[in-house]
């Protein structure tokens, strides 16, 4: 007796047959998802995605296996968290490329697949995850509290921990029992790489705070140093035509040898030759105002 359509098609994604699978998805379409129910409900493409077989991945994919939606196990796992999960390069790449949308998105453990791929030591997936759009958050946690960093660490993935801290992880981040990530070393030698390497980029940060800080003080000084301004022109003249507002008293004071009337309205009397001892003999007399 040959066993169930459902088993066949297991079967045959599993040993990588892609001619079987192509021929039983094409005679009977209702079993491409195929979700496994005493497998956590396990689709076609989780299973695919989980043994790294990529081109049957890809003719899932066409075939329209996630046509209605990304699929999702039992665990809300989805198949790229699978395939991160399992160290699945080729697959996850695919994955990322075309469905970028699902990388932020986590299982029932509040785990996304930045997490999966930190523990797994998938390094090629976790810069995907962190360069895709959107991106995976460095800082997310799951709901226990701990980051990918804090995964890593426990995995004992070195090379994760240095990828991590580069796009922005936080090595003093804390999970819900108030660890950080270091507390989680797999080993004395991980735990003082770790510290290493906590300590090489906090340097760095400050180095590049500092040069930050010093090419805005250049840039302040460069904008101080090129502005003059021009209050006069060439000739001496104010700019623009406008003439100084200044009071020259010296304008309204009479010449030398020359007095004010004290009769006349502003009217000056001219005193030149005019005896100093005040005596006028022989001269005409000054006519009065009319009154």
Not at 40 to 61: D, V
Not at 129 to 142: E, G, I, K, M, N
Request: neutral net charge.
């Amino acid at each position: 007796m040959l066993p169930r359509l459902n088993t066949r098609l297991r079967r045959a994604i599993v040993s990588n047959d892609l001619s079987l699978v192509k021929r039983i998805v094409h005679n009977n379409p209702i079993v491409l998802l195929n979700p496994d129910y005493d497998d956590k409900s396990n689709t076609s493409l989780h299973l695919a995605a989980k043994h790294g077989h990529y081109e049957i991945a890809k003719y899932l994919i066409d075939a329209g296996h996630e046509d209605q939606g990304i699929s999702r196990n039992a665990e809300w796992d989805t198949p790229l968290m699978l395939a991160s999960e399992a160290k699945q390069v080729d697959v996850g790449e695919m994955l990322i490329t075309l469905f970028p949308r699902c990388v932020p998105w986590t299982n029932k453990k509040g785990m996304d697949a930045l997490m999966t791929s930190a523990r797994s030591g998938a390094l090629h997936l976790v810069e995907l995850l962190l360069r895709s759009h959107p991106p995976a958050d460095a800082t997310a946690h799951d709901d226990d509290g701990n980051t990918a960093l804090h995964h890593a660490s426990a995995a004992g993935e070195l090379k994760a921990l240095r990828l991590l801290l580069h796009f922005g992880a936080s090595p003093l981040a804390q999970n819900n029992y108030s660890w950080t990530p270091v507390a989680y070393s797999a080993t004395s030698a991980a735990e003082a790489y770790f510290k290493q390497l906590v300590a090489e980029f906090e340097r760095r940060r400050v180095e590049e705070l500092n040069q930050q800080r010093e090419r805005e003080r250049e840039k302040g000084r460069q904008r101080a140093g090129g502005v003059r301004l021009v209050t006069q022109d060439d000739a001496g003249s104010p700019v623009g035509g406008a003439q100084p507002r200044v009071r020259d008293d010296s304008s309204a004071l009479p010449a030398p040898g020359i007095e004010w009337s004290p009769i006349e309205r502003r009217a000056m009397t001219p005193t030149e030759g005019r005896d100093p001892t005040g005596w006028s003999f022989g001269a005409r007399g000054r006519a009065s105002s009319g009154d």
